[in-house]
């Protein structure tokens, strides 16, 4: 009797050598499975996915494809009941206490809601982290990509990226929006400072290191996916086609020949699929009057066909629901086009209606749900989600520590560009006798870090850890120096001409289509300033803090140096690094700058 039972058991016993074990929480009418086989760190991803897809419902597989917008869920309990797959931080979609710690609690409280669900598969939370983890205060701002992209040095990016991606895990993240390869035409675009600059292969390089960098982050079994940025030809949208009222280029057309839509813009894409990017967010804009994530070729015959992207591909913002007024449709034509996660900003309720009904009415197949639920699975197991979903707080303590941030000055002083340099005015003498500083962006760390800092906007002030550029001039220069400073440059108090004056002006901080500018240049106040100043100065150093190259042409015969700082971040004192000598200027125009 004991043998047949014996044999009974080891015949029917699964493959794998696990109990299943079913958890239900008495007040919790939701219970979820233990020592499934998926859950089986033991087993090949392959086995494990296989397990797990054959065990989901319809519902669940299209809850995973949902990339729901943390300030848009209205009831966390929401999490669980759609058994949404991702969540992310916006700009500025930031956690009550707005800590480090803060958001290792966030992100672990919405990770407790997918572990209610019925088969415990964890959350992916995304967030932009474009330079640094810039939404949190307290951690290292590097300079924004226009910066890295004057370093021109693969090396640094990869190092950037590195600690960027160990910032944002040590809060609980694991996937980064971020890097974007767009290819910059337009100077008067919002977003050309979150990209690498106008040439196509200083973009690919440079991508490609960031994107290793990123991806070689690995601690206690965890890594962290990049999220490439944005599909296809971002950066060469035509000035007064944005589809958004109240933006001029971004989220606009781009009416190039398909032939330099393949040169300059899929060339960085390519360059990512090689360096194994993890996944592909699909842009807002459109390329010959359609939208991209509506676009087949664009996604399955050109991304996934061509260039073999086996990663996942995902929306970005409210983009699909903008390829057609009705929801319904505009759902199909992107999930039928290849993109596997869409991005929900405001609603999500009506999604899993939506998909469901498209698969009943057979205008999106079980194939293609399946192939979308298989490509997230996957990414999630790559990252190790499945075997820690939660994360604990010792990692904190490297957020904004010393040594990152002396990355991100050494990052500061390797993008400073010298557009020009009369009688050797730079570098300056740290042992003169006095030096004035002016100007809007000289004691100003928002300024000094631009759009993407903290809110999605930037903002305008010193409310983050860091080091302004006049901190940095003060703590450079010898102890018998006077460093005199006024915004506006109102010296008229000082009776001898100081030796340098140096005035640190640019613009405000600004996002996307909010910063799309006709004609980017100075405000009255700073070149007041620099008007004042010069009054009471031998010389005039102008160090401009700005996402892109400013029409300054007018005024710079006037000045002895001029200096392109772009947006530097959290450590300002890399600028008086190379200001005073200590290092040489060597960052490269990453775009043209016409002088
Ligand atoms: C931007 C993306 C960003 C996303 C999430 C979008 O509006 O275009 O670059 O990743 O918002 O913040
Ligand atoms: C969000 C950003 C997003 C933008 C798109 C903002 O409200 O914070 O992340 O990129 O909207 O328009």
């Given at each position: 009797m004991l043998a047949i039972g014996l044999l009974a058991y080891n015949f029917f016993r699964p493959l794998v050598n696990i109990e299943y074990v079913k958890v239900c929480d008495q007040k919790d009418k939701n219970c979820h499975v233990t020592n499934l086989p998926y859950q089986n760190s033991t087993l090949s991803t392959e086995e494990r996915i296989a397990d797990l897809l054959n065990r989901m419902t319809l519902a669940e597989k299209i809850g995973q494809m949902a990339l729901v917008e943390k300030n848009s869920l209205g009831n966390l309990d929401d999490l669980a009941k759609y058994g949404l797959g991702a969540v992310l931080s916006g700009g500025g979609a930031k956690p009550e206490v707005n800590t480090p710690a803060g958001w290792q609690e966030m992100v672990n409280n919405f990770q407790s809601y997918s572990q209610k669900t019925r088969l415990s598969i964890p959350l992916l939370y995304g967030a932009d982290a474009n330079h640094g983890h810039g939404q949190v205060p307290g951690a290292t701002i590097f300079p924004h990509f226009i910066g890295l992209g004057a370093t021109n040095d693969p090396g640094l990016v990869h190092e950037v990226a590195k600690v960027t991606a160990a910032e944002t895990a040590a809060t609980g993240?694991?996937?980064?929006?971020?890097?974007?390869l767009d290819v910059v035409k337009d100077l008067r675009w919002g977003r050309t400072y979150e990209t690498f600059g106008s040439d196509p292969q200083v973009v690919s390089k440079l991508g490609q290191a960031f994107i290793e960098g990123l991806q070689s982050y690995n601690k206690r079994g965890l890594t962290v996916a990049a999220g490439a940025k944005h599909?296809?030809?971002?950066?060469?949208m035509v000035w007064g086609s944005s589809t958004n009222n109240d933006f001029f280029i971004d989220q606009g057309n781009s009416n190039i020949s398909e032939a330099e839509l393949r040169q300059i813009h899929l060339e960085p894409f390519r360059q990512a699929v090689n360096a194994n990017v993890k996944s592909i967010m699909v842009g807002l804009n459109s390329w010959q009057g359609e939208k991209i994530s509506a676009s087949k070729y664009l996604i399955s015959d050109i991304l996934r066909g061509e260039l073999g992207f086996t990663g996942l591909i995902f929306s970005d913002w409210y983009g699909v629901y903008e390829i057609e007024r009705s929801k319904y449709n505009s759902l199909v034509r992107a999930i039928n086009a290849g993109v596997d996660m869409i991005m929900l900003p405001y609603d999500y309720e009506d999604f899993v209606t939506y998909l469901q009904r498209a698969v009943a009415n057979g205008d999106i197949s079980q194939e293609r749900i399946n192939e979308a639920t298989r490509r997230i699975l996957t990414l999630k197991f790559e990252l190790g989600l499945f075997d820690h979903p939660a994360i604990d707080?010792?990692?904190?303590?490297?957020?904004?520590s010393k040594e990152n941030r002396d990355l991100a000055r050494r990052a500061v002083r390797k993008s400073l560009v010298l557009l020009k340099n009369n009688n050797a005015a730079v570098p300056i003498s740290k042992n003169i006798s006095k030096i004035l500083v002016a100007g809007?962006?000289?004691?100003?760390l928002g300024k000094q870090a631009g759009g993407w800092t903290v809110e999605w906007q930037g903002i305008d002030g010193n409310w983050l850890p860091g080091t302004t550029i006049l901190d940095g001039l003060k703590k450079s220069v010898s102890a018998n120096v006077k460093v005199e400073y006024s915004l506006s440059g109102d010296f008229s108090a000082q009776n001898n001409l100081a030796d340098v004056g140096i005035a640190v002006v640019g613009e405000n901080p600004y996002a996307e289509g909010w910063g799309d500018n006709n004609n980017p240049s100075l405000s009255a106040e700073d070149l007041s300033a620099i008007n004042n100043l010069k009054q009471k100065s031998k010389k005039i150093v102008v160090i401009i803090i700005s996402g892109r190259p400013l029409n300054i042409k007018e005024y710079t015969k006037d000045w002895d140096a001029v200096i392109a700082a772009w947006l530097p971040g959290s450590e300002g004192q890399g600028v008086a690094d190379v200001l005073f000598g200590d290092y040489p200027f060597t960052g490269t125009l990453p775009i043209d700058w016409d002088l």
């Open positions: 993240i694991y996937w980064i929006f971020s890097p974007n599909y296809i030809s971002n950066g060469s707080s010792a990692d904190l303590k490297i957020v904004g809007s962006a000289a004691h100003n």
